[in-house]
C-alpha cells in the first residue's frame, strides 16, 4: 500500500489484555474496524514470538476485509515475517535506517516522540510519522516522560512544519476527551494532528463498534470543521450579532451554571438575572454530569481557588456536551498553586472562552511582559496587545478576552478594541467577574438560539452545537461596559457604593438597541 494512502485519522492500538471477559480479540477488532478504525498498530509485550506471528497473521487477514493497513509494535522480524505494512518503533528500540534497509520498499516507520529533539531526530531519520505525547496519564503504559496536554503537543507540531511527516496524538485519549487533544493542540500555524492513537476506549470496551463510532463522528467533525472558512466581521455585523445575542438570552433564559469565587457570588448572580438568565451556583463534582445537560453554559472562575475538583469535572462535562465553557483565572500569576491549577485545568478541558486581565492572561500565556499583584496587573501592559490577544487565542484554541481600560476581544484571527466602561467599574469589587458572568451568559444564549434553529437531524453527533462565541463574547464585556456608562449617568448615583445597585438596574434595562447604539467597536487588522 502506498504511504500516501494511509489514514491515520483513528489509531487502534491492540491490547488483548484489556479486553472485557467474554469477548474475542478478532470479534473485537473488526467490530472496531467496521466502526472507524483506520489504522491498526499489533502491540503484544507478554507474548512469546510464534504466538506474536499467529495474532499479527489473524489481524492482518481481519483487516485486509477493510482495507485498514497493519503495523507492528517494535518486531521488525515479525513485521516481516507476517508480511505486515510497517512498524511503530520506540525510543530505545532498533534505529529507524536500520529497520529501514530491511523492510520492503514503501513500508511505514512511525516513532514515538517526547520532545522536540526526539521529533527533530526521527525527521531526519526518515519516519513517516510520529507518534507524539503522552497527552494525559493512562492505564496502558507506564508514562516516563511529563504530560505534555494538548497545548504541549504544538511544540511537537511545529517540528514538523514544512515536511510530510505525519503525527498521531497518544496516551489516554479517548471519547470524551478527542475533540479537545485535536483542537488543544493545533499551532499557532494551522498545523494540525493527523489522527489519535486509542487504546483502552475501544479495546476494553464491551460495544467497540460503538466506542469506535463515537470516536470516528468526532473527529470527522473537527477536520470538517478546520476546514470551515473563518467568519469575515464588520462592526455593523459584530453590532447586529450582539443585539441578536443579547434578545435570545431574553428570550430563552438559559441556566447559567458558575463556579466562582465566594467574594462575588451575589452579585454575579444578580447579573445574571439582570441579563435575563437564571444562574445556578454549584460546585460539587457529584452533580456536574446531570447539571451539564441542563445549563447553557459554564463560568469556571477560581478567585478564591476552591473547589478544583468540581471545576474539573464540571469542564469536562461541559465539553462531552459541548457547552461552552468561560474560564476566568482570577489572580493565576499570584502563587504558583494557582498556576499550577490553571494549567491542571486547561489541560484538561477545553476552553470556549478564556478571560483576564492583563496579568492574568500574561501569567497563562508564560509572558513576562506584565506581572500579578494579588488579582491586578502592574507594569505598563503589553506593547502590542492586538498581536497578545490573537497569538494566545491561537495557542489556547479559545476566544480570549483582554479586559482592562481598554477591552481586547479575539478570535485568533479577528481582533476586535472596545472602548466602552466608566471608571466606576474599578472602584468595586468583582467587576472584573461580572464581566465573565455575562460572556458565559451572553455564551449560553448564543449556543441556545443556535441550536433552536437548526433541525434535530441536523444535530452534530446527536449534541448540541455552539452558535458563534466571538459575537457572545464581544456582547458580554459591552453588557458590563455599556450599562455601565448609562449607570454612572443617573441622578441617584453618587459614588462607587450607589453604583453597583444602579449597574444591575442598568443590566436589566438593557435592550438590542440600546446595547449598540454607544458600543465603541473597532476592528483592529
Known sequence: MSKKEIDYSLYLVTGRNLLPPGKDYLESLEEALQGGVTLVQVREKAADTGEIVEVARQTKEVCQKYGVPVLIDDRVDIALAMGADGVHIGQTDMPVPIARSLLPPGSIIGKTCNTPEHVREAVKDGVDYVGIGPVWQTKTKKVKHSITGPVGLQDLLQELDGTDVKAVAIAGINSTNVLHCLWGSVTSTGHALDGVAVVSDIVAS????????????????????????????????????????????????????QITNNVVTTQSANATLALGASPIMATAPEEMEDLSKATGALLVNFGTIQNLDGMLAAGKQANINRKPVVFDPVGVGATRFRRESANGLLSTWQATVLKGNAGELAAIANSLEVQAKGVDSVGA???????????????????????????????????VRLANGHTFLGEITGSGCMVGTAVATFCAGASIAANALRSEDAVEDGKLVRGDMFLAAIGGVLAITVASEYAAQRDDVKGSGTFLPALIDELGNLTAETLVEIAKIEIVE
Open 381 to 415: 501592559g503589553f506593547k502590542d496587545p492586538a498581536k497578545f490577544v490573537r497569538d494566545l487565542a491561537r495557542k489556547q484554541r479559545s476566544i480570549v478576552v483582554l479586559t482592562g481600560v481598554t477591552d481586547w476581544v479575539s478570535d485568533g484571527n479577528t481582533v
Open 206 to 257: 464491551p460495544l467497540p463498534l460503538v466506542a469506535a463510532q463515537a470516536l470516528s463522528t468526532r473527529i470527522t467533525t473537527f477536520y470538517q470543521t478546520l476546514a470551515t472558512p473563518k467568519s469575515i466581521y464588520t462592526i455593523e455585523s459584530i453590532k447586529t450579532g450582539v443585539g441578536s445575542v443579547l434578545d435570545s438570552v431574553r428570550k430563552f433564559g438559559p441556566l447559567v451554571h
